[in-house]
């Protein structure tokens, strides 16, 4: 309307008309750009507080690194992504395009909630219990590793065990192998010894049987002499039943000796598996 007022004036348009005119365009213009430069401070506010809590964050990190010697803390806060500006509308040359704009909503009140929340201090007993778990996890660790190191030289120990009783039992076996063996020969001997024993009684019987009655003296030469072959043979006999049954006896001897030996063996080799288990 008041353009149409200004248009149709004859003598041009009026300085009152102009000047409400004037106050109706900066009156919006204002409040727009004076929200938008409000907004803007108030988004730096929040980045410079936030920024402010990060820095205090990263010096609370590097005195508790310096104090307590703790190479291992909580990681600095990262610091939220500062939004984009907003850009201000370019004002237009063009006065007759202006429309009227309604009131602008008020800017958002700062609030206690929007602000950042600063670092809590940390105070001198939180390091000190720090420090206390830290030794107490480092002498854990030297315990578990004196553990380790105890199981490692049982485990060596069970190794060098199992290898002297491996080498004494192939010892044990070779020893048993001769013995058998002697065993077997001697047993082989007694047979034969009495085998000729029983031959020669064999043929001293016949000798005996086809001498003739009339030559006593020979007679009893011949029993003298097959007496004496006799005792001789069974003196043999009896010397290599003697020998059978100290091999038989050693045989037996070496065979329980491996027995326990294999026993043994048996247990070092399940204490060797269960050491093995425990160091993995």
């Known amino acids: 309307m008041l353009l149409f007022l200004v248009q149709n004036e004859p003598h041009g348009p009026s300085p009152l008309i102009v000047a409400i005119l004037f106050t109706l365009v900066s009156l919006p213009v204002g409040f727009l750009v004076g929200y938008l430069s409000a907004y803007r401070f108030k988004r730096q506010f929040l980045n410079a507080a936030r920024e402010l809590a990060n820095l205090r964050g990263e010096n609370f990190q590097g005195q508790l690194a310096t104090i307590g010697g703790i190479a291992r803390t909580a990681p600095p806060r990262k610091a939220a992504p500062p939004p984009p500006r907003a850009t201000p509308p370019v004002e237009s040359d063009e006065p007759e395009e202006l429309e009227m704009v309604g009131p602008a909503p008020a800017p958002a009140a700062t609030t206690p909630a929007t602000m950042p929340a600063p670092t809590p201090a940390t105070s001198a007993a939180d390091i000190t219990e720090w420090q206390a778990k830290l030794a107490a996890s480092a002498e854990q660790l030297a315990t578990l590793e004196n553990q380790h190191a105890a199981t490692l030289a049982e485990l060596h120990k069970a190794e060098a065990a199992i290898d002297i009783l491996q080498s004494h039992i192939e010892d044990l076996e070779g ?55 006799l005792a001789q043979l069974h003196r043999e006999q009896i010397m290599m039943q003697l020998q059978l049954d100290d091999h038989v006896e050693k045989v037996n001897q070496l065979t329980y000796a491996l027995q326990v030996a294999n026993e043994e063996l048996a247990e070092k080799t399940e204490m060797l598996e269960r050491l093995q288990a425990e160091s993995e």
């Open 175 to 229: 020893q048993l192998d001769a013995a058998e063996s002697e065993a077997t020969t001697a047993r082989s001997a007694r047979d034969a010894a009495i085998e000729a024993a029983e031959q020669a009684r064999a043929e001293l019987r016949d000798q005996a049987a086809a001498a003739p009655a009339a030559v006593p003296a020979v007679a009893e030469t011949s029993s003298g002499t097959e007496a004496w072959q």
